[in-house]
């Protein structure tokens, strides 16, 4: 789920929902720079080997850079004042990263990532494909919940042509798994006149514009906004069958 206006449907991390069919989080491809269209290559592809330290020091500077884009814009950082903030030189900055942007587009890889884990932990081994999406809302709203500041990357990556790519390709992703477990319920419930697509671009739009006007921290519980959208979602997906 990302963008209705400028509200986040989700994107990046929503653009992962219910993706849990074989457990694994796949690139989500190259983004596309307007000054040299070439591919921002992936972190994990320069083939670097890191040491428990390593990889410790690349974590720190990871979550530091978050924080600050998050509160300062992508923009208006610098790498200097990454580097600044965290009392390293430049090269170790660039030692893990060739450039900000590698960093950004990794900080919302991982943001993907660890959304997967939080959805596919809640929806486990369940059957029933109508719980399944009640789970992966639920989930999906509360990760959200207790990442503001990913939050706030995903809704600036979705007005960026550099990172817009990596948003639009997870709302693709978000809406293929969706369709199929809202193809399940329908088979499961006998409901002949659902439409699956139509049914799973309707969720995230529930679920993405509740969490954009609600969440984090807007003056709603995150467990009533859940309700709210389970209410409002499964309610619409199942009333043929109620009117049975």
Known sequence: ???????????????????????????????????????????????????????????????????????????????????????????????????????????????????????????GSERDPVRRIELGIRSTLAWIDRHPDHNELIRVAAGDDRFRHHVRRGEEIALDDLSKHVKDAIVDRDLRHADPEMVAQAILGVVGRLAGTFLPGRGAPVDAVADAAVAFCLGGLLAEQHAK
């Open 1 to 123: 789920m990302t963008n209705v206006g400028t509200t986040p449907t989700y994107g990046a991390p929503v653009n992962t929902l219910f993706r849990q069919r074989d457990g694994k989080m796949r690139a989500m491809g190259p983004s596309l720079t307007p000054r040299s269209r070439r591919p921002v290559r992936l972190a994990g592809d320069m083939g670097k080997q890191l040491t428990p330290r390593g990889r410790q020091r690349r974590d720190q500077l990871i979550a530091f850079a978050t924080a600050r884009f998050a509160e300062r814009g992508y923009h208006d950082t610098s790498v200097a004042e990454l580097v600044s903030g965290l009392g390293v030189g430049k090269g170790v900055f660039y030692w893990y990263f060739e450039s900000k942007e590698q960093l950004f587009v990794e900080i919302l890889r991982q943001a993907q990532l660890d959304l997967r884990d939080a959805q596919r932990a809640a929806i």
